[in-house]
Structure formats: C-alpha cells, structure tokens
C-alpha cells in the first residue's frame, strides 16, 4: 500500500479546517429553516446541505467584508469612537428615529428598542413597507392562528392568498403545508386541498387542485362574497361576477369546500396586503378565518418575508404594546401608521437624527425621504457597504446574525428559533454596539437631566 508523504509546514500552513455546523439556521425567508447542515472551510461556507435555491446562494455567497468596521464621516475610525459619536448624535437629538430592524436577532432588536425608549424617539420596522396593514388589522380584528408544525400535521384545506411561495418560499410547500405526511394526514398531499387565490398564474399555482384567477384590486370584494357565502347569504351572480372577475357557483363551491375541512388556513402575502384596500384586506381575511369557524377550525398566517421581521414585530409589541411605527416622545408608546412610520417621518422633513439597522432605506425610500436622510446624521449597521452605509456619518460594518452571530430569531409563526453560527467574523455585532451605545446614551441623558436642573426655569411661576 502506498503511503503518501508527510506535509510540511507551508502545506500544513495552508490547510484548511473542514467542518460542520449541524441544524444550522437559514435566516433568508420566513421559513427560517433550522435543519441545514453547513460544510465550513475556514471563513467559507462551502455547501449547505437542505437549504433550497435561496438559502444556498444566501450561505455560499456570504463572503467577510474586509473595510474597518467603523468610519466616521467616511473616513476610517475606531469603534469606540464611532459609538461616542452614535451616542451623542441620538442623546442631543429633538426627533431621532431608528428604523429597519428585520435582518438582525431578536437580541439586538431589544436593545433597539430601549434606546428609543431612552432617547423618546420614535422606533419603526420593515414591516412597514410590507405586512404593516397586516399588522394594523390585527390591532382591530385579532388572528385566529396557529404554527407550522400544526398546518404540517393538520391542515387538509390550504389556501394561498397574494402569495407566490414557490418562488418567495421554496421550503413552504415541502417542509409545512402541502407535501408532508402530517400526524392526521398519512398521505400528505393527497389528503390535502391546495387553492390559490391570485391575479395572475404564478408557480405556486401550477401546484394548486384550485385556481381562483380574480380581478385586479379586488380583493377586498371576493373576501367579502366568502364571508356572505360563509353566512349563507344570497348573491347576485352578475353582481360578483363583475366586482370579482370570478363566478359565483366557484366561489360557492370553494366555501363548500372550506366548510367540509377539517382544519383550513389561509396563507396571505403582499399581494393581499399592498393591494388597493391594503388593511382593509387584511382585516376582511382575518374576519373571514373568524367566521370559518362557526364552521370548522379554521386559521391564516401572514407568509412574512425577510428572517426575522416577525422578531422585529414581536419585539417591538412587547416593549411598547405596538408592533412599528411607536412614537415614545410623550414617555409613552404612541401607535399611528402614517404619522410614525419611517418613510413618512423622513419624506415630511421631521426627524432630525436616525439610527439605520439591517436596512437600506437610500436603497427604496421615496425620494423626499431619502433627500431628507442625506441632510440629516445618522447611523448605519450593515454587514456590506450599501447606499445607506455609504451616506451616514457613522458606519459600522457588522458580523452577520445567523453565519457569525449566535441569537434568536422568529419563524413567520411567532416561533422563536435559535441561530447556530458558522464561522466568527473579524467585525462586532450589531448587539455588541448596540449595547455600548445604549449604555452610553444613558449616560448623557443623565448629564443633560442634571444640568437641567440646575439651569433657571424660563416657565412662568
Ligand atoms: S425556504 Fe427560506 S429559510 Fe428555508 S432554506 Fe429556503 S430561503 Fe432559507
């Protein structure tokens, strides 16, 4: 048998460590799967077994960006002083806003949202700009819910609303709601009842038994025949058919259907959420999913996009009772879509002071927002450089939660998932800068309070 010879020290030297981080985490889609195994040579993930076309590009393209991780004005800095910096511009600031949030751990998120706390600043997500009525509806209507693992092993009546998983969630269909064999349902798809609801043929609907093709911007009004239908109230059939673009006798036969199921949901994207009646929309669907279950049990569930946008609506609901757009200048958590939420803060010209995190608002902002950004100091957290870095006046380039940074993230059910990283990243985590700077923001507060008091009241006695 031939022996190969030993190496020396250079080829020693440029050896590479293989491992492998099992039931790694992928935080691209709400999906959030948490059973990839990652294969790791030194700082690259070189294959992740399980992970879909998404997730595969999300680890495997994930390269360290090697600029310093902090510059001030453009320029390099250090940390520390980039936190000094960060602090003073939100401690003396009338209005500051923080917004963005969705692609970083729960962890960080919190630690966010007490510095707006401290500094009575108004606190804002992503969310905003994409399941924000969503978020309002449940305020007035409630959801009637459940988690995946539950659809998994339940649901027999699917139904997508506005959403195209097969291309925004390829895990969706294979690992929660229409392929697997479920606990009551032995025969996975075939014992399960796929509809989809949409304006136009996507690929989740090439995988649909019904496609319910409806007008434009009509949402609002086939919800609304469901819940009359749910109701058995009579409808004119000319009458739906022009404000829905789809006959009367098929959506009958779909509340049949939903009716006879034993456990049904509904899957809603942004296509019901971003269409004209937005919250309106929304609330029809979760007051529909109300009414199914006078009938059977029946549940929905937003289908949220970025990793852990839902932790950012967690988070922000349990510290100020609202899930974005909180304005806390009052001392008191204030909710108004609208009046608070960040694109519109920045496009009237109000706030004087923005701490930016896992966002790029200079990216898709309207234009009068991203004017108003670029006039005013603010603070970026990115891992790569971006529009929004590349303007602020501190920067920091930060490890990447779920590949560098251990934590905690939301699945799109409100199931909380913990991150098993591959590899350490030569920059700090947003968490650990975010601390520091919450730290030292108290601090100046502090000082401000104290010279306040010793400064003559200018109100009338
Ligand atoms: S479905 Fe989403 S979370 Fe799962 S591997 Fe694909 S991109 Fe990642």
Known sequence: ???????????????VEHKVVQDATCTFCGC??????????????VDAKRACVLGNSWFLNHEIDHRPSCHIDGKPAEVT?????AAQILAQSK???????????????????????????TVDTT???????????????????????????????????GSNPAESHPRHFTKYSLMPKGMFLPNGRKDRTAVIVDVRKTKSAKAADI?????????????WTLRALAQDIELDAEQVLADTG?????????????????????F??????????????SEALLALTRDMNRHTRFVCKPNRGHGNVTGADNVVAWRTGYPFGVNMSRGYPRFNPGEYTASDVLARGEADAAMIIASDPMGNFSQPAREHLKSIPYIAFDPKETPTTRHSAVAFTVATYGINVPGTVYRMDDVPIPLRPAFESPHPSDLELLTNIETRVRELKKQQANCNKHRPSLRPA
């Not at 048998?1 to 050896?15: C, F, T, Y």
């Not at 949030?101 to 401290?118: F, Y």
């Not at 809603?268 to 971003?274: D, E, I, P």
């Open 211 to 223: 496609f319910v093709q409806i007008k434009p911007r009509s949402d609002f009004e086939g919800l």
């Open 1 to 15: 048998m031939a022996v190969s010879p030993p190496l020396d020290s250079e080829q020693l030297d440029n050896q």
């Open 127 to 161: 969310t905003s700009v994409c399941h924000g009525p969503s978020g309002m509806a449940f305020q007035g209507v409630g959801e009637v819910t459940c988690s995946l693992g539950e659809v998994r092993n339940r649901a027999d009546m699917v139904i997508f609303w």
């Open 95 to 121: 209005y500051p806003l923080i917004y963005g949030l969705s692609d970083t751990t729960s962890e960080s998120q919190r630690v966010a949202v007490s510095i707006a706390d401290w500094i009575d600043g």
């Open 32 to 45: 959030v799967c948490d059973d990839i195994d990652l294969h790791v040579e030194g700082d690259k993930i």
């Open 81 to 85: 002083q980039g936190v000094e910096r």
């Open 246 to 266: 789809y006959p009367l006798d098929k959506w009958q036969d779909l509340m049949d259907r939903m009716k006879r199921a034993r456990f049904g949901v509904i």
């Open 268 to 281: 809603f994207g942004m296509g019901l959420t971003m269409t004209r009646g937005k919250h309106a929309n």
